[in-house]
């Protein structure tokens, strides 16, 4: 089955140490997302990549970053994590802008 | 702007009762309207989706909505509420017109007592 996968489904890092978060699909879409979403709100978009083309939301930290090798990965890059970023990051992709979006299962990221 | 609003925070209703759940957009043109659930700790899952027609769509696990336009409204039912159905409930709004502009509304929780 076409789908998103996301690795790893749970991290923990230490305070200010990198991490990076996985994200690959099988759908061969054009656009993907990271969401970073924390306990009962909505989804927060950080950015998204619409082919090779990087879109970054005017109030992502700097501390994020995010690469796409190729149509089916995207990796998330959190520089130097704070406790505030202790939260489940979500990815999803679409075919092309402004059309349903499919999520994988998101990581839990910890921060200690 | 555009902006999704969900008014009600958090629903309980009892097992086989009928669900509600409302969304209102605020949007400049005709928008494509999405409804998501989201179980604990799980990622979000397309319920339905409207682009254009038929104004009542069918979507999985027995849910569908009815999109109105002159109450810019795209709210959520269910006849028969179970109790797997318990969940976050997200309604989005997306244009392609817009450039990959996609809107998530803050989100019902929903509880469904025996």
């Known amino acids: 089955d076409a789908m998103v996968i996301q690795n790893p489904r749970y991290q923990v890092t230490q305070f200010g140490k990198p991490v990076t978060l996985s994200c690959s699909q099988t759908l061969n879409h054009n656009v993907m997302y990271w969401y970073q979403q924390k306990s009962s709100q909505a989804p927060k978009l950080l950015f998204h990549y619409y082919d090779k083309d990087f879109n970054n939301e005017a109030d992502t930290p700097d501390n994020f970053q995010s690469r796409r090798p190729n149509t089916s990965f995207c990796f998330l890059d959190i520089r130097s994590p704070g406790l505030g970023d202790a939260a489940m990051y979500l990815c999803?992709?679409?075919?092309?802008?402004?059309?349903?979006?499919?999520f994988g299962p998101g990581t839990r990221l910890t921060v200690t | 702007a555009q902006s999704v609003t969900q008014p009600d925070i958090h629903i309980t209703v009892s097992e086989g009762a009928s669900l509600e759940l409302r969304c209102n957009y605020s949007y400049g043109a005709t928008p494509y309207l999405f409804w998501y659930v989201q179980s604990p700790g799980q990622g979000l899952q397309l319920l339905l989706k409207?682009?254009?027609?038929?104004?009542l769509v069918q979507g999985i696990k027995g849910f569908e909505a009815e999109f109105k336009r002159s109450q810019s409204s795209f709210n959520l039912r269910k006849p028969s509420v179970h109790w797997s159905d318990a969940a976050e409930y997200f309604c989005a709004v997306g244009s392609p017109n817009t450039g990959n502009q996609f809107y998530f509304g803050t989100g019902t929780s929903l509880t469904v007592i025996p």
């Open positions: 409207y682009f254009s027609g038929d104004t």
């Open positions: 999803a992709t679409s075919r092309d802008g402004g059309y349903e979006q499919y």
